[in-house]
């Protein structure tokens, strides 16, 4: 049996439709994410990644950054969204949930970004033997590119790397899909 990854990047209420950082469609592809969870148990691990700003980080507006504040540490819209937090913890594997952007002079798209992360899977990945990584979540086209990205510097060969686009919502999705056809990674 395939020993598959899937890491679920950033599906939190501030980047939801009435979210502070909306990425447009994000509730109806969380929502097909959590479904996809809910049919695919043969992960051995899911990592969540989230965004957890201090409520003076360096990417919001008003601190010379160029985002609305958003995800901000211990608020409603830095929470995970609760039907995918819930299909993650009903499958038989192990969830982790990784932060990322949690100090304030740092700005970390990728989870690969951020030290403590980053040694973290760099640990896993060592370990599993994984076959199949599958990324899915919000912002394809940012925080979800920026780790496949990360992982790629990892080594990880891109014909190993899967992006569901159903469970992915993306702000200019054409970007994301560029990114795939030239680094020949599979978009499904």
């Known amino acids: 049996m395939d020993k598959k990854i899937l890491l679920i990047v ?8 009435e979210g502070n950082l909306p990425v447009i469609g994000s509730t109806k592809r969380m929502d097909a994410l959590a479904s996809y969870i809910r049919d695919n148990k043969e992960y051995s691990h899911i990592i969540i990644t989230a965004d957890w700003h201090p409520c003076n980080h360096s990417s919001f507006k008003k601190f010379g950054g160029i985002w609305p504040v958003h995800c901000v540490q211990h608020t409603h819209g830095a929470a995970i969204n ?15 949930i990784l932060l990322k952007g949690n100090t304030a002079e740092v700005e970390e798209y990728s989870i690969f970004s951020n030290p403590s992360a980053k040694l973290y899977l760099q640990n896993i990945i060592s370990i599993g033997e994984f076959d199949e990584f599958v990324f899915m979540g919000i912002a394809g086209d940012i925080c979800l590119l920026n780790s496949v990205k990360g992982l790629m510097e990892l080594g990880i060969p891109t014909n190993k790397i899967t992006i569901i686009k159903n469970g992915t919502a993306s702000i200019d999705e054409n970007v994301l899909i560029n990114f795939c056809k030239d ?4 978009l499904v």
Not at 85 to 95: D, I, K, L, P, Q
């Open 82 to 96: 609760t039907n995918v937090h819930n299909a993650c913890f009903e499958t038989s594997g192990v969830t982790n």
């Open 183 to 186: 680094n020949n990674i599979n």
């Open 10 to 17: 950033d599906p939190q209420y501030d980047f939801m439709d």
